[in-house]
């Protein structure tokens, strides 16, 4: 659900035409800080570290840093700053750069990391020649050069990964009194010179006020003999990312932009800093841990846009390098340096900080309809109904804002929805849940039990004058609730409580949706950044001292608001029962709370195609829980267009379709019969692989890598994949190239593992190919290119149920990819997909593996258990050289003949109706 006006989409729809608004939004060069801090290019740094200051205690090195000011002999000391380097488990570093004495304390970010880091030791080794090197338990180490300020990290390999300072871009603005002009008498007058902007600038029509001043904060960051950078979500640009020298800087500033652009460096939705390197030679990592409005440049000194010149200045004529550099509005310098040896060890360091996504209710890793807006009962009910009468399975029916007494949250239009609960439980008996949007805007009307609270108890986010901030968004005038005071979290945390919202159930889930926060009034359509919020009164209380700003804490606030959704819906049912939120704003440690779609896009080509790469890029940062609108939110998808986005969505670990209120209707069944079949099958599909995923996010859990992964994590050593951001692996078993062009008879298929001798079943025709790069590979309209890698097992449940809980007990088929030595792993994991009795040993997480003499099913957890009444319907076995003569069941003592049939040019083994249970472990023994 969306932005700005119909009036806007009525425009579009006559005009046709589909662009962003760029006025609407800063460019560096309208943001002062990037403007200030872009053209700051020192010669030297003039950040010192003074040697004599050096303490090293625990897993702790600080010091005092200095900016000096060396172009006079004296060497004045003009600032001084206290840096902090902490030694973390699992060869992770933290360097922190704050001011020593501050005038008021710097924002700290406070949500992104799931705890206080873990500490690994820090032993210094030498302090000699005014460099100090410091080494973790774990073989990596630390060198710092006093003069000026040069950090660099050496990772177990004793190779240079990370340089911080080496560009001198280090930059801390210290917070300044502002000085008053003395106007009574002339002579008096103080002339304070200062820069332009310093304590406040203007943007359109809004001026922010700046009371405490420029405090901004930037570090350069060079990846040496890298090849290519990644991450830093949300962008609609490419997975690795482009040198930024010739244009814009990549921006983080959640931002409702209203039709964005597809291929763009401008801030959207999301905003997570974290970014690796990778490439033939080593992978690195940082995340700058900081919630305000940040700008990245980016060069990449293997780009051809990239002039010998500055090649030649910055490197002395080392061609391969990455330089990027971070720069925020304010907040410290806090950055964590990730020196693991793989890009899947980078990928598990960043989330071993800002934590994984916690095991998803089932349901919500199946099929979602949605639209803006399922006008009442009646028509919940037809779209329900539809599903059965088409055979097309689903789980969740979506309700968007219309649902609610007048876009009063916690309320039901009483015209439209009189029997809430009744419409749940006509979903629940078939299975199927609903998701209810909330989104973080209150309407101030009178007589609104949640504007009367929060206009009473001071629960509303304050404007620079300390009065309730009112914005203007879907109710029209709005105030924001102020999430960052626990008293606010907990009061909202309650209205999901059964009883404060009614008709819910433990079957209604929630979707909070501008929480960037969208205003449709504000500067770039969000909050002020000089509205106040809540900070803890430990830190003193007056003044400047009493609040935050929202330009220290912007990227972190919808954080704050599913944070406190998650409490809520943990609250409503005492923890039994997980639950499912969709957040559109995204920072670090989403992942904790929500699921996240990549916003209001359009049905165009381009928006299908761009889903990958940015569900790529949001899944290294630790947001493996994505997806993207099906069939496109805004506009209306021909069904070409429509089928190839049901094909890849159900490929995509979020699936869920969903439109605009001024397009027309496109449920499955409105299309041409021809299509609904194609979308009946895409939809199927997902459904045979939902044991599949269910495992790929319980792995997610444990291990903290990304579901939906580039395949350079699995293959890091071959080149052809660093680019790749068309395809991608789901866990280390399927590839999936989506088919994203119009009318094409064959598409480029990347089949990475030739070094590695890799084979690549298609899971239609269980036909096998030798990775060998690039290939030509036919698709015809009902085609959805994935591959089974060589050496995986896949669940899979096979038959056709209307929602996944219908499934809960059906038979499995276990299909085995042979690698070419004739073996293969896989694994499972089974629960009651929706409580948190896993955590209690009610669940079983298998292995399953296949040698020529045996296939065995065995737990990794020994301890857990769960009564599953499913079994091994079948199990395909495909890439057999020479098929066994017999096979044998053994189970709890218990031998069994079995059958098998050969298929398919003698390569596929079928053996029959094994019937074992899966509640316990199994053995097939094979004889040739
Ligand atoms: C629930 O289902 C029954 C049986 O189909 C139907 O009569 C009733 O109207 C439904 N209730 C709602 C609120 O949709
Ligand atoms: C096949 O076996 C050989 C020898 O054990 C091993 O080196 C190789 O990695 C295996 N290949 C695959 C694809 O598992």
Not at 628 to 635: A, C, E, H, R
Not at 836 to 864: G, Q, V, W
């Amino acid at each position: 659900m969306k932005t700005l006006g119909l009036l806007l989409v009525a425009a579009l729809a006559l005009s046709g035409s589909y662009a962003v608004d760029k006025n609407n939004f800063k460019t560096c060069d309208q943001s002062g800080f990037c403007k200030r801090l872009r053209g700051f290019k020192p010669e030297k740094s003039q950040y010192t570290l003074n040697l004599d200051t050096v303490l090293v205690h625990g897993n702790v090195l600080s010091a005092e840093v200095n900016t000096v000011d060396t172009s006079t002999p004296q060497r004045t000391v003009l600032w001084h700053y206290a840096l902090r380097l902490s030694a973390l488990v699992d060869g992770t570093f933290r360097v922190e750069i704050d001011e020593a004495d501050p005038l008021y304390p710097r924002y700290r970010t406070q949500l992104a990391l799931k705890e206080e880091p873990k500490a690994d030791g820090l032993k210094l080794l030498s302090n000699e020649n005014g460099k100090l090197t410091l080494a973790n338990t774990q073989g990596q180490k630390v060198i710092i050069t006093a003069e000026p300020l040069l950090l660099e990290f050496v990772n177990a390999a004793g190779e240079v990964a990370v340089v911080l300072n080496d560009n001198g871009q280090l930059v801390v603005e210290p917070l300044r009194v502002k000085k008053e002009r003395i106007d009574d008498d002339e002579a008096n007058v103080v002339d304070v010179q200062e820069e332009e902007g310093t304590w406040g600038e203007n943007f359109k029509s809004h001026h922010d006020s700046k009371p405490r001043g420029n405090e901004a904060v930037s570090l350069d960051i060079s990846f040496p003999e890298a090849d290519h950078v990644y991450g830093i979500p949300e962008h609609t640009d490419k997975f690795s990312l482009h040198t930024t020298t010739s244009g814009e800087p990549y921006r983080l500033f959640n931002l409702d932009v209203f039709e964005y652009d597809l291929d763009s460096r401008m801030a959207i939705y999301g905003a997570v800093p974290v970014m690796y390197s990778h490439g033939t030679k080593r992978s690195a990592g940082v995340f700058w841990h900081n919630s305000a409005e940040t700008w990245v440049d980016v060069v990449n000194y293997a780009d051809s846009t990239v002039v010998s010149s500055l090649v030649n200045l910055v490197t002395g004529g080392q061609k391969r390098r990455v330089d990027a550099r971070f720069m925020s509005e304010s907040g410290i310098v806090d950055v964590f340096v990730f020196l693991g040896e793989k890009p899947a060890d980078l990928f598990r360091q960043y989330t071993a900080l800002t934590g994984t996504a916690p095991l998803p209710p089932k349901f919500s890793l199946a099929y979602h309809q949605c639209r803006w807006n399922y006008n009442d009962e009646d028509d919940v009910r037809g779209v329900d109904e539809n599903f059965d009468v088409h055979d097309i399975p689903a789980d969740v029916i979506w309700l968007d804002i219309e649902y609610t007494d007048r876009k009063k949250y916690f309320t039901w239009d009483h015209l439209k929805f009189p029997h809430p609960a009744e419409m749940v439980a006509n979903l629940t008996a078939k299975g199927r849940k609903l998701v209810t949007i909330i989104d973080p805007h209150i309407k101030r009307e009178a007589g609104y039990f949640l504007h009367e609270d929060a206009t009473e108890m001071g629960y509303y986010v304050k404007d620079k004058d300390g009065k309730d901030y009112e914005g203007w968004c879907w109710p029209g005038s709005s105030s924001y609730l102020d999430f960052f005071n626990p008293v606010v979290s907990k009061y909202y945390a309650e209205r999901y409580q059964y009883d404060n919202f009614p008709g819910t159930s433990k079957d209604v889930h929630i979707w909070n949706d501008m929480n960037e926060p969208s205003v449709f009034n504000g500067p770039e359509i969000t909050m002020p950044k000089d509205c106040r919020h809540y900070k803890p009164p430990q830190d003193g209380n007056d003044g400047l001292a009493a609040f935050w700003e929202h330009r220290h804490v912007h990227n972190e606030y919808g954080l704050w608001n599913i944070r406190a959704t998650h409490e809520g819906m943990l609250l409503r049912d005492n923890s039994k029962y997980r639950p499912f939120i969709l957040t559109r704003s995204t920072f670090a440690g989403t992942q904790r709370y929500a699921a996240v779609w990549t916003g209001d896009n359009a049905a165009e080509w381009g928006f299908l195609a761009v889903s990958v790469p940015m569900c790529l890029s949001l899944a290294a940062a630790g947001v493996s829980f994505c997806g993207s609108d099906v069939g496109g939110f805004f506009k209306y998808p021909e069904a070409e267009l429509m089928t190839r986005w049901y094909q890849a969505g159900a490929f995509q670990p979020f699936f869920r379709a969903h439109s605009h209120i001024e397009t027309k209707r496109r449920e499955p069944w409105l299309y041409e019969p021809a299509t609904t079949a194609l979308i009946r099958d895409a939809t199927r599909r997902r459904y045979a692989l939902i044991d599949f995923w269910y495992t790929l996010f319980y792995e997610h859990s444990i291990d903290g890598l990304p579901v939906m992964r580039p395949l350079f994590q699995e293959f890091p050593a071959e080149e052809d994949t660093y680019t790749i951001d068309d395809e991608y692996l789901l866990g280390n078993a399927l590839l999936v190239r989506p088919v994203v062009e119009p009318g094409v008879t064959s598409v480029k298929v990347y089949l990475p593992g030739a070094a590695s001798r890799t084979l690549w079943y298609d899971v239609d025709t269980y036909h096998a190919h030798h990775a060998n790069g690039y290939l030509t590979y036919d698709v015809t309209l009902a085609k959805i290119p994935v591959f089974q890698r060589g050496g995986s097992i896949v669940p899979r449940k096979e038959r056709v149920r209307r929602s996944s809980a219908l499934m809960a007990d059906d038979p499995y088929t276990l299909v085995v990819a042979l690698d070419i030595n004739g073996t293969a792993q896989g694994s499972l994991y089974i629960d009651d997909g929706e409580t948190y009795e896993y955590l209690n040993n009610k669940h079983i997480y298998a292995k399953l593996t296949f040698e020529p003499n045996a296939m065995t099913y065995s737990f990794i957890d020994e301890n857990a258990h769960y009564p599953t009444r499913s079994w091994v319907e079948r199990i395909v076995i495909a890439g057999i050289k020479s098929p066994p003569k017999t096979a044998k069941l053994t189970q709890a003592g218990k031998q069994t003949a079995l059958q098998m049939t050969l298929h398919k040019g003698n390569d596929v083994l079928v053996v029959r109706k094994p019937a074992a249970n899966m509640a316990q472990p199994w053995t097939i023994n094979f004889t040739y």
